[in-house]
C-alpha cells in the first residue's frame, strides 16, 4: 500500500513513521509512503501557502493554488481509492474505517494547518473528511500518522503472530482482555491462576468473559450501537 501526505512540516511526520512496525513494513515493501512539502509549491518568493479569510475573522486559510497543483501533479501518477483530509469536522475516525482503507491500494493525506483550507479544494478533491476525535491539534500531521499506522499494520504480513490485529481492542467492537507475563507473583499481586493451569478452552472463555466485563464498565457505548 502506498500513502502520500501533503504537509507543511515533513520532519513531524518523518519520525512517528519510521520505528517499530511501520519501519518494518516498509522495509518489507509491504508499504511505501512519501511526504510532499507543501512549501515547495508555495506563491512568490516567500513561497506564500495560506491567506487572509473573506469575510474577516482572525486565522489564515490555506490557498487553492499549491494544494491543486500539487494534488493535480500526484493524481496524474497514482489513482486514489480516498483523497483523505484530516480535520477536526470530518467523520470521527475507528477502527471499522481503518479496516476498510487497508483494502486500498493508494490513499493521499492532506494534512491542513491555520484554519484549514480552502472549501473549495474540498469541493474539487476530497472523497473522505477524518478526525480523530473530539479535540484540536495544531495540524493535520500527528493524525496522518494516526492513520498511516492503524491502516500499515492491518496490511497482510506487516504484523506476525505475536502483534496479530486479531486480538486488537475494537476488531469485534470489544475491548481487550488484561494480559500478564512473568513473574506469576509480583508484590503482592497474583496473576489470575487459570492463565497458569494449561486448559486452552478455559483460557480463551476467560478471555471473552473479561474483555466483555471491561466494555460493559469502560465503554457500554460499543456494546449498544
Ligand atoms: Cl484530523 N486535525 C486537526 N487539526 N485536529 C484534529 C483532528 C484533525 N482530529 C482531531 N483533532
Redesign the pocket.
Known sequence: MHFDIITLLPELLASPLSHSIMQRAKDKGLLTVELHDLREYGMGKHRQVDDYQFGGGAGMVMRCEPLAELIDKLKSERTYDEIIY???D?EQYAQRRANRLSLGKNLLLIC?HYKGIDQRIRDEYVTLE???????????EL?AAVIVDSVGRLLPGVLNDETSALTDSFQDDLLAPPVYTRPAKWRDHEVPPILLSGHTANIEKWREEQALQRTKDRRPDLLTD
Open positions: 484530516l480535520t477536526p470530518g491542513g477524518i478526525s480523530i476525535g473530539d479535540y484540536v491539534l495544531s495540524g493535520g493524525a
